[in-house]
T-cell receptor, first 113, second 113 residues
Framework: SQTIHQWPATLVQPVGSPLSLECTVEGTSNPNLYWYRQAAGRGLQLLFYSVGIGQISSEVPQNLSASRPQDRQFILSSKKLLLSDSGFYLC????????????FGEGSRLTVL | KNQVEQSPQSLIILEGKNCTLQCNYTVSPFSNLRWYKQDTGRGPVSLTIMTFSENTKSNGRYTATLDADTKQSSLHITASQLSDSASYICVVSPGDQGGKLIFGQGTELSVKP
């Protein structure tokens, strides 16, 4: 069976510090991978998606970047965090053959102080 | 513009009661519609998926309906339980955007004893 792991679950970082959130998927090959952000009381906002190693598409201009060094690994990064980067970050995967069905990780709560 | 709107924004019901959540969309072309349940601080989990030709689909106490003509969907919860307290998110997959999804803002359901 497929599983998705995302860490860390909770992170408190000062403004200007770097960020690295990691996500790995097991039990499948060549998944589509996604990073979403969910601000308090708001819907999910797609930040990045990737259809393959080294292929990253950005949905919104922002202070964050993403990388996919391996087929089942997706990393969300920032060199210098802003207060507005605070939120709940969700990694997800899907298979092209089942377009639309997303399987989410448990989420990472980021608080920037 | 592709949009998904959910109502009500929040809902409080007593344990054992039924409730219905609404989702209206303007996404075109349409591929499928999913309802996700998101417990607080967790990643969303898919409840149902409905394609253009499907009118009703059940998953235990959850029943989703779809009217593709009026572009409306509903999620009916029967005999609510305390564990149903969560955010319910309607997600529409356009037919022409390779799996990019349109998310509703969610309905926050609270089931009280």
């Amino acid at each position: 069976s497929q599983t998705i792991h995302q860490w860390p679950a909770t992170l408190v970082q000062p403004v200007g510090s770097p960020l690295s959130l990691e996500c790995t998927v097991e039990g499948t090959s060549n998944p589509n991978l996604y990073w979403y952000r969910q601000a308090a009381g708001r819907g999910l906002q797609l930040l990045f998606y990737s259809v393959g190693i080294g292929q990253i598409s950005s949905e919104v201009p922002q202070n964050l970047s993403a990388s996919r060094p391996q087929d089942r690994q997706f990393i969300l990064s920032s060199k210098k965090l802003l207060l507005s980067d605070s939120g709940f970050y969700l990694c997800a995967w899907s298979l092209l053959a089942r377009a639309g069905e997303l399987f989410f990780g448990e989420g990472s709560r980021l608080t920037v102080l | 513009k592709n949009q998904v709107e959910q109502s009500p924004q929040s809902l409080i019901i007593l344990e054992g009661k039924n409730c219905t959540l609404q989702c209206n969309y303007t996404v075109s072309p349409f591929s499928n519609l999913r309802w996700y349940k998101q417990d607080t601080g967790r990643g969303p989990v898919s409840l149902t998926i409905m394609t253009f030709s499907e009118n009703t689909k059940s998953n235990g106490r959850y029943t989703a309906t779809l009217d593709a003509d009026t572009k409306q969907s509903s999620l009916h919860i029967t005999a609510s339980q305390l564990s149903d307290s969560a955010s319910y998110i309607c997600v529409v997959s356009p037919g022409d955007q390779g799996g990019k999804l349109i998310f509703g803002q969610g309905t926050e359901l609270s089931v009280k004893p």
